[in-house]
């Protein structure tokens, strides 16, 4: 007799599925993951002081080691208490035999967050760790910058030796460029790019102070700002408040009738190295 083509493949599938169901099998079969042994997880810190303002430098780095005698991969996972946010929250690695991976990782809070002790868990294979995280006051500006511990953003960072932060950070000196300070774009020859200022409610606006790149080695007539426009969100639209042309100079104060803002941005248009990069090495804004 000729068989039907597929008939003892289906009778054979459906008997071995029929065993599995009687066996209690009701799924493919998994491999054994059990938890990683000889691995070691450290800080060089005991404890990690945040300042619960935008831009703050501060965390701690990550020690994740292999104490076997075989190389690895393996993973670190970490948790924060809210409101506190990590950098990275998951690290992943190959380590050899001996080797410990130093990672650095940022610990930031959100303006706002109560002053007191929090935590930080750290877990891999069957190690865990708590690191504690001491909240301290905000700091407040006695200057009258409206643009001192505030958020900040940009179109685009050029990272990570540029990020907006680096803006507002309070240092003017354009000897630090690259260093520790400013604010660069990444759209090399696009333009326009900017760089804001946002406030945690309406505030009285009536001067911004640009400081452009003018060190010896980048004078602000060849690498710094030529034009740009300040504006400010009043309500739900953005006013042009000030027009800068033709700039040369490191430092340029603008002057306006004030305005109540939310929010204040420089909208950058040239620079006089021609079409290339904004650069910013301190952003102020005042009431007057």
């Known amino acids: 007799m000729r068989l039907r083509s597929g008939w003892r493949p289906a009778a054979v599938l459906g ?3 029929l065993g599995m169901v009687a066996a209690g ?11 990683q ?6 800080t060089d810190v005991a404890q990690v002081a945040v300042t619960p303002v935008p831009c703050a430098k501060q965390g701690f780095e990550l020690r994740f080691g292999n104490t076997g005698t075989t190389a690895v991969y393996a ?9 506190l946010t990590l950098s990275r929250k998951l690290v992943s690695s190959y380590l050899p035999p001996g080797y410990t991976l130093k990672v650095p990782i940022a610990v930031n809070a959100p303006r ?8 930080i868990e750290i877990r891999a294979g069957d190690q865990k760790l708590t690191l504690p995280v001491q909240v301290g006051e905000a700091p407040t500006d006695t200057t009258g910058n409206l643009a001192r511990y505030v958020p900040v953003s940009a179109s685009t960072e050029h990272l990570p030796v540029y990020p907006a932060c680096g803006a507002v950070d309070g240092d003017r000196d354009s000897e630090h460029w690259a260093k520790t300070t400013g604010w660069n774009d990444a759209t090399k020859g ?3 790019d900017w760089l804001q200022v946002t406030f945690d409610q309406p505030q009285s606006v009536g ?3 640009l400081y452009t790149l003018n060190s010896k080695q980048y004078p602000a007539a060849g690498y710094g700002l030529k034009d740009w426009d300040v504006q400010a969100r009043v309500g739900d639209a953005w006013q042009t408040v000030a027009e800068v042309r033709g700039n040369v100079a490191g430092l340029k104060s603008s002057t306006f009738t004030p305005v109540t803002a939310t929010a204040v941005r420089v909208l ?4 006089n190295e021609g079409p290339t990069y904004s650069r910013i090495v301190e952003l102020e804004v005042y009431d007057n």
């Open 15 to 17: 008997a071995v599925v």
């Open 25 to 35: 099998i009701t799924g493919p079969a998994a491999a054994d993951r059990s938890v």
């Open 37 to 42: 042994r000889g691995l070691s997880i450290g």
């Open 75 to 83: 993973d670190a996972f970490l948790d924060a208490a809210a409101p």
């Open 112 to 119: 706002g967050t109560a002053k007191g002790s929090y935590s």
């Open 190 to 192: 696009s333009f326009p």
């Open 207 to 209: 001067r911004v102070d």
């Open 268 to 271: 950058t248009l040239a620079s």
